[in-house]
């Protein structure tokens, strides 16, 4: 069967765009292929994936907030192990201008989730959120263009409104644990105009480390009548076993 005649103008106008401005993968840095959409196929095959999806509530990942926060299941895409090559996507995403990196990553794990019928008990899909100032500095927030990309693949609308963080004290990266707790308690809260009460709720961010953000998150979102919560991020750090 010859290909239609519009799907070879189409592979001549990709390639053409490809040689005057080459892709290249979001984890190594090489050229991508012509068909190849963010992560080339080597790096995509050796991602070191959790599988957390397939068992959604009995995870390290889910574990992690038992007796914490009423997050009933949580999954995260990949292991994050400091200085491997996913942890350098997640930071060009986070420190060098790349939200369709945050993008195109939740793509790719959101088709993974819906593959494990992850969304099936999802209505609504709630970015942890960014001080303004925060965000106004950096331009954008990562966790939008995550769930943004989970969003499309998963058909649920992304509320960016609903829950907000009022402010921002230092980041979390050194942080310890009861550092991290402290950093984040009291810092955010719904807004007025609240859209949640009664939902199912899917929280996402970058990384899940001790998840204390998360946690601070759900335990506001648990005082609106008939929620339940969910989370979901692109790396999970708080694992022995990472890849």
Not at 36 to 60: K, V
Not at 74 to 101: E, Q, V
Request: glycine share 6%; aromatic share 10%.
């Amino acid at each position: 069967m010859k290909p239609h005649p519009s799907a070879i103008i189409d592979a001549l106008f990709r390639r053409f765009a490809d040689t005057l401005s080459p892709r290249a993968c979001a984890v190594c840095g090489q050229r991508l292929g012509l068909h190849e959409q963010t992560l080339c196929t080597a790096c995509n095959i050796s991602i070191p994936r959790t599988h957390y999806a397939s068992n959604p509530y009995e995870n390290d990942m889910a574990m992690a907030f038992w007796h914490l926060a009423p997050i009933e299941k949580a999954a995260a895409w990949f292991f994050y192990n400091a200085g491997s090559p996913t942890a350098l996507a997640i930071y060009k995403l986070k420190y060098y201008d790349r939200p369709d990196i945050g993008y195109a990553l939740g793509r790719i794990f959101g088709r993974e989730l819906a593959a494990e019928d992850f969304f099936d008990d999802v209505d609504v899909i709630v970015p942890v959120p960014l001080a303004p100032k925060r965000e106004r500095q950096r331009g954008y927030n990562q966790s939008v263009a995550i769930a943004e990309g989970i969003g499309r693949e998963a058909h649920i609308q992304v509320d960016t409104k609903s829950l907000r963080r009022t402010t921002f004290e230092k980041s979390q990266t050194m942080l310890s644990r009861e550092e991290r707790e402290k950093n984040v308690s009291g810092v955010f809260e719904t807004s007025p105009s609240c859209g949640l009460i009664g939902k199912r709720i899917l929280l996402v961010d970058d990384v899940c480390t001790t998840g204390a953000t998360l946690t601070a998150c759900a335990n506001v979102i648990s005082k609106l009548p008939g929620v339940r919560i969910y989370a979901a991020t692109l790396a999970f750090a708080g694992s022995r076993h990472k890849g």
